[in-house]
């Protein structure tokens, strides 16, 4: 089957402008993550989708970053404005629900560098 | 592809020994243990998971420890080789796939 793809695979702003992201999980998957990950750090979830409705976003910085998943397939992650601290790289992953859901697909990430 | 874990702890290992990486994790409340290898310029990869009720699970070539008195996690690799270089995460949540928290990840490294 094929995997989490997201685009674009690299992206330099400057600080202060807006940038978005897009993910395409895999076909059937109901659960969407979208994590962020600072080099040298684990990943950290941003948001979590089931189907189109959020199931966790405690850790997304609302004033700046939001999130989508219209049609519950396709997932846009946008920042608006960006900082410097926003550069990492921003992963997408997908899951079954239910007993299987523990087992999340990545994509390749998107890494973000802000200037 | 961009590096992973610039500044992680190292775990150096010769080819062919057994490699093992250690994990603390922090919610008691956590039923669900994920490892995960990341290499440069990839997403992390799946390797093997197991349930607060076991203690031990076995795949191919790796076996996950799970210590809740003392809140450990480790992955024993067998035979390591060369495409075992990578970084590797332990991850913590609930097993309907809620509440996921990764670690701060250990960079594994082969020698010849």
């Known amino acids: 089957e094929a995997g989490v793809a997201q685009s674009p695979r690299y992206k330099i702003i400057e600080k202060r402008q807006s940038v978005a992201f897009w993910c395409n999980p895999i076909s059937g998957h109901a659960t969407l993550y979208w994590y962020q990950q600072i080099l040298g750090q684990g990943p950290k979830l941003l948001i979590q989708f089931q189907n189109n409705g959020v199931v966790d976003d405690s850790q997304l910085p609302k004033d700046r970053f939001s999130a989508e998943r219209l049609k519950g397939v396709d997932s846009t992650l946008k920042i608006q404005p960006a900082k410097l601290e926003d550069s990492a790289v921003y992963l997408c992953a997908s899951s079954r629900t239910g007993l299987a859901a523990y087992e999340q697909y990545f994509g390749p990430g998107t890494r973000l560098t802000v200037t | 592809g961009e590096s992973v874990g610039l500044h992680l702890p190292t775990l150096s290992v010769q080819e062919g020994d057994n490699s093992i990486i250690n994990c603390a994790y922090s919610?008691?409340?956590?039923?669900?243990f994920i490892w995960y290898k990341q290499e440069s310029g990839k997403g992390p990869q799946f390797i093997i998971d197991i349930r607060s009720n076991m203690d031990k699970r076995q795949g191919q070539r790796v076996t996950v420890l799970l210590n809740k008195t003392v809140k450990h996690l480790s992955l024993q690799i067998a035979a390591t080789q060369p495409g075992d270089s990578a970084v590797y995460f332990c991850?913590?949540?609930?097993?309907?796939?809620?509440?996921?928290?990764f670690g701060p990840g250990t960079r594994l490294s082969v020698l010849p």
């Open positions: 919610n008691s409340a956590s039923d669900y």
């Open positions: 991850a913590e949540g609930s097993s309907y796939g809620q509440n996921f928290v």
